[in-house]
């Protein structure tokens, strides 16, 4: 394919697209597979060569139709296309910072994704909490990415024509990450962001357990039932390395699953710790589910 083609070629999808009430920011992932539906190699995960492949192929094709799409649309394109909030603690409040979604290595400006920071407290910003801000970002994208990931592998394999089991507790947990945050947000809610942190560490390790020990959805449920230390002392068994988290989990597991509902609040900086562990183990497992390297060491 050369870039006349490129452009005929998609101009017809889009307006495909547009006639099935395709969302803008969510068409270009629906175009590459109309381009190269037999595509079945690497599109966002960790460790592509991009000059492995030609200008018009895989991952490089992806940037292709991205980059035509906010040359076409401009802000219409860029809708919802963060992939995660992470939180950092700035002069005793909570503050989350966006996680964008980004193609290859691109130098990203951090403290525009950082929400509600305005130019007075930026302006009032210590080097030291600067510092934060760009340490909790760089571990968070890292992190989050390890989902993403996941989620690309699995995406590759069913191109490939040969699909994993689904696995039942993924969707759940990654639902679980995501409220996480909010509760971290506006009217600060720090028992349901411990209670989803949670949430994200236990079903991490059960989607382990069920694809690491073949063991079955019920299986799992009725064995451990929400005793997170006893599963990931099985899951450390079938997947050693997860033993890299045993601080993150003695720190998560202190809390009772009826947090949500206990009149005793849990302190801010309590939460963004918990919230932490939760993304710590779910990343790790994400990484073992994937088979990919760590983005994280």
Known sequence: MDKHIFLEKIQVIDEELAKKEMPIHARAFHAFPLFTPDYNGPLLGYGIDYNSFGE???PNLLKKINSWYKQVYGVRFNAPTDRGKVPVTLKQEIYLIRIPLVYGAPKVDILPLVNGLTHAMTRSLS????DEIQQRFIEGYSLVYEFEDLFSQLDAEKRNGSPRKANPFLDSAIRDKDTAADCLEGAVDTNGAVFHSQQLAEKMLKAVLFHTAEMSEEAIRKK?????LDIYKDACIHANHVVQVNSEINNIAKYKMDIRYTSSVVEK????????SGLRIGGLCATVLSGQDRRIV
């Open 56 to 58: 018009y192929d895989g």
């Open 224 to 228: 451990y039932n929400h005793r997170i």
């Open 127 to 130: 080097t030291p909490e600067l």
């Open 269 to 276: 900086s309590e939460a963004v710790k918990a919230y932490w």
